[in-house]
């Protein structure tokens, strides 16, 4: 395996190649041909699924790496001259917003069809889930009874004045969760909802999923809203801040906020083939198997089974079906219910 070093190609985006295999035992179908993906995600699970992919199929992976909007912006501003074959972001607001800068492709394949949920995927195949995330309540033993936790509802609660942490509402997991929100109960209610939580807080938002988890564990607040594999992660590096900390299932009404990590084919893709085949291969099991056991997520495709300690600890939940596409279309509003409330 060769590991290229990160090389700063242009402002802010990195190009990270991740190594190609030397696939002396593979089919070598692939050889010499090089898949471009353009990712918003750092993770190991990741690396892995690029290396599988290099293994089976001898094709050389190259890994353009930026934070969302930006990757998002580069790929628009390189128009037809984009060397990205594949896209993959986090969050469906993301894929959204990627999806109405016409960055995609449509891509027919009753694997992906089989493979990722309905409500996972877009209607035409422009993006499907690879992986999911849960957001989730983390409360403090000691200072909160988890029997008076109903749902998200509670963070808005009067009984929590002054005790809840949440990161800025122009981040897009808040974004998305309310939007699932506004879906689920109608504007009025999300809107007294997001002025209820802003008016919880015991501090203003600051930092992200991390250090609400660490500002629940130091005092500065009781309950926090998390995706699931912050905590997951902390439990693992460093029980001694997750010890005392639970995680509450907003199961009630319609279930756990679940967003997605997605990807799809880019619309000036030069190897659609290959792309497609790269899309195909992220739902296999083996790949599957990478996002829940290397980076704490839950594999898009239901079936697949895993190994990994503290998302059994966590335990299982049940997850709010609403389609993605929903939480992209109500990404406008639910910023403006944001910035309605306060929530800074
Ligand atoms: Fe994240």
């Keep these: 395996m060769r590991i290229l070093p990160i090389l700063a190609i242009f402002t802010g985006v990195v190009l990270a190649s991740c190594g190609s295999l030397d696939s002396g035992d593979g089919s070598g179908a692939g050889e010499g041909q090089t898949l471009t993906i353009y990712s918003s995600r750092h993770y190991d699970s990741d690396y892995a699924l690029y290396e599988a992919f290099e293994e089976e199929t001898g094709v050389t992976v190259e890994a353009i790496e930026a934070d969302g909007d930006l990757l998002i912006e580069r790929v628009k501003a390189a128009g037809d001259q984009s060397p990205a074959d594949v896209i993959i972001t986090v969050d469906a607001g993301r894929l959204w917003r990627a999806e109405q800068e016409e960055l995609f492709a449509p ?41 008076d936790l109903t749902g998200y509802a509670s963070l808005a609660d009067p009984a929590f004045r002054r005790r809840v942490c949440a990161r800025s509402s122009g981040n897009v997991y808040n974004i998305s969760l309310l939007a699932a929100l506004i879906d689920r109960w109608g504007s009025d209610t999300a809107q007294q909802w997001a002025n209820g939580v802003n008016a919880n807080f015991a501090r203003d938002p600051l930092g992200g999923d991390s250090d609400q988890i660490r500002a629940v564990a130091a005092g500065e607040c009781d309950v926090a809203i998390v995706n699931h594999y912050y905590f997951a992660r902390l439990m693992g590096t460093e029980p001694e801040v997750t010890d005392g900390l639970a995680v509450f299932w907003p199961n009630a009404e319609a279930g756990v906020h679940v967003n997605i990590s997605g990807m799809g084919m880019s619309r000036n893709a030069p190897n659609p083939e290959l792309a497609q085949q790269f899309l195909e291969f992220a739902v296999s ?37 609403l389609a993605a596409t929903v939480l992209g279309e109500n990404q406008a ?4 219910l944001f910035d309605r409330a306060g929530w800074q």
């Design 107 to 147: 891509v027919s394949s009753a694997v992906l069809e089989e493979r990722v949920p309905a409500n996972m995927r877009h209607p035409d195949g422009l993006w499907f889930a690879v992986a999911t995330r849960a957001r989730v309540i983390v409360y403090a033993e000691d200072r909160v009874d988890g029997g």
């Design 333 to 336: 509003e639910a910023q403006r």
């Design 285 to 321: 099991d083996r790949a599957q198997r990478f996002f829940a056991e290397l980076t704490n997520e839950y594999p898009a495709v239901a079936s697949v089974t895993y190994e990994n300690a503290a998302l059994a600890e966590l335990g299982d939940f049940e997850a709010d079906p």
